[in-house]
């Protein structure tokens, strides 16, 4: 698990690929990073009409959560990549609304290798849902390439 999140933090600092943190708090706002540009206030505002703020805390910027989705392609479109660090439960296993979502916000355990994929027939589905005992969230990271 130290080792996970040695990784998450050195993916958060490198400086060559946008990375966004999902979070999930209903008031949390995400966290993105993206390489040093004189113009990227400008270029996230085009996701929105909200402005995004600058932490200088944390060097990030704080996004609006329904920024997620265009976030993720815009940026795949103008980088060719980004990191996407979540939270992801793991107990949970992949299911149908996973596998027909049409997003990239993604919690099971699969990471999202099966997000979106539909049920190509290869898929035994015992049920729309699967209930497992709750171990908490942890945090991973996944690479988008365009």
Not at 20 to 38: D, F, M, Q
Not at 63 to 85: A, M, Q
Request: charged share 30%; glycine share 6%; net charge positive.
């Amino acid at each position: 698990m130290e080792q996970d999140q040695t990784k998450i933090r050195h993916i958060w600092n490198q400086e060559r690929v946008p990375v966004i943190h999902r979070r999930t708090g209903e008031r949390e706002k995400h966290r993105v990073r993206l390489p040093y540009s004189k113009e990227n206030r400008t270029w996230l505002q085009h996701s929105g009409r909200a402005e995004p703020v600058w932490n200088r805390l944390e060097k990030c910027w704080l996004t609006p959560k329904s920024w997620f989705n265009g976030l993720v392609k815009r940026c795949l479109e103008h980088y060719g990549s980004v990191y996407i660090v979540q939270p992801y439960n793991e107990m949970e296993k992949c299911a149908p609304a996973c596998k027909n979502a049409t997003g990239f916000e993604c919690e099971c355990s699969c990471m999202g290798a099966y997000h979106g994929i539909r049920n190509d027939g290869s898929w035994f589905e015992v049920d729309e849902a699967f209930a497992f005992r709750w171990k908490g969230q942890s945090l991973a990271c996944r690479l988008l390439r365009r």
